[in-house]
């Protein structure tokens, strides 16, 4: 018998510069905002959304704080939630 337990459920990593936001690094650009809304939907639906990127420091607080302007908010940033770690 399998001990694992099944998630109820699925979790996307998404990137911030050129995927996320039409921008070069360092700068801040337009929303892609058909992928945001792809997003947004996913997240009322259940799901979890990490965000994925090379920032760090100011760079990454920026990024967090252009997201949640776009109402899109994350249930980990850089990080693996704790549900889906391995103990």
């Not at 690094?25 to 090379?54: D, F, M, S, V």
């Not at 920026?62 to 249930?75: G, I, P, S, T, Y």
Request: aromatic content about 10%; some cysteine; glycine content about 4%.
């Amino acid at each position: 018998m399998n001990n694992k337990k099944m998630l109820d459920f699925q979790t996307i990593a998404v990137d911030f510069d050129g995927t996320l936001c039409y921008s070069k690094w360092p700068e801040l650009g337009q929303p892609n905002h058909a992928l945001i809304e792809y997003l947004q939907e996913w997240k009322r639906n259940g799901n979890k959304l990490i965000l994925w990127t090379c920032r760090a420091g100011e760079a990454l607080s920026k990024a967090v704080e252009w997201c949640r302007e776009q109402n899109l908010e994350f249930d980990a940033v850089n990080d693996n939630l704790p549900e889906n770690a391995k103990a």
